[in-house]
Every structure is written in structure tokens, then in C-alpha cells.
């Protein structure tokens, strides 16, 4: 019995220990990093939203989004092994949709700013979600600045 015990308490210590590692990564690079980035022109997390933790990432979202107008749906911050910040991707959404092979599919610009790359060449990436001729097309972050100014957005601050 008391083998049993301490496995089990070996295994809550465990359990404890992984929640409380995540949790300082959002207290870290949560809203407390928003100014850092801003520096970098990435969007803020608004405090507003809700933070997930889901282990080496955290998704934050509102929680009460308007689906019917143009707006920013979420953002995922990845963490590495060592509690490093990897990468931050944002998707925004035109408030319309699309038929894409028999489904109906947001459009939507999905961006991503990788931190690996800030010193040797472009941190951007963007993915377009706009119609079925343009479905998972690479476009660079000008050109999806100027979608979101389409859309009556912008990628820092969410409405213009």
C-alpha cells in the first residue's frame, strides 16, 4: 500500500510540476510581452481574451467574437524545450466564407512570426485562405497588410 501511495504521489508532483512550467510561459510571454510586440509589429494578446495553456504552446482568443464582421479569430504562442520563445501565429478572418471541395471554409490570413529568423532574414510567413483559386497560397506580409486593409483591419492594432 504505501508503494502505491508514493507512486501516486510521484505522479501528482509530476502532474503539478508540467502545469506550473506552462503556466509561467504565459506569464512570461502573455500580455506582460506585449510591448516587446509591439516593437516587432506582431499583434498583442488584448486583455480581453482568454489564455489556454495547452502544454508547449498557449492559444489565447476572444471570447466572444463577432463571426459576421471582419476580425483577428486567435493567437497560438509556440515555447521551446528550453522555455524560449519559437514563434507566434495569428489568424484573421474576413467575417466571409468560401466553398472550397464541398465545404465552406473562412477566408482567412494566417501569420507567423518566427523568432529563429529575426537575425538572418524574414521572421514573416502568411498562408491565404481567400477563395478556391487562392486556398493555402504563400503571400508575403505586404500583401497581406494590404488584404487586412481590405478587410477594414490592420496587423497591429486589430480594427482601423
Not at 28 to 57: F, H, V
Not at 58 to 77: A, E, Y
Amino acid at each position: 500500500m504505501k508503494i502505491v501511495t508514493n507512486i501516486l504521489l510521484i505522479m501528482l508532483l509530476c502532474l503539478l510540476d508540467g502545469c506550473y512550467r506552462n503556466t509561467g510561459y504565459i506569464s512570461s510571454y502573455g500580455t506582460l510581452y506585449n510591448a516587446e510586440r509591439e516593437k516587432r509589429q506582431i499583434p498583442i494578446i488584448p486583455n480581453s481574451w482568454t489564455i489556454q495553456d495547452i502544454g508547449d504552446y498557449f492559444d489565447c482568443f476572444d471570447p466572444n467574437p463577432n463571426l459576421t464582421k471582419p476580425h483577428r479569430l486567435s493567437k497560438r504562442v509556440c515555447i521551446g524545450k528550453n522555455g524560449e520563445l519559437l514563434k507566434e501565429v495569428d489568424s484573421f478572418y474576413s467575417g466571409k466564407s468560401f466553398v472550397f471541395l464541398q465545404n465552406n471554409l473562412p477566408q482567412q490570413l494566417v501569420i507567423t512570426y518566427d523568432y529563429s529568423k529575426e537575425n538572418r532574414g524574414n521572421p514573416w510567413s502568411v498562408i491565404a485562405n481567400l477563395s478556391p483559386e487562392h486556398f493555402s497560397e504563400e503571400i508575403s506580409i505586404q500583401e497581406a497588410d494590404r488584404q487586412l486593409a481590405m478587410w477594414g483591419l490592420t496587423r497591429t492594432n486589430t480594427l482601423k
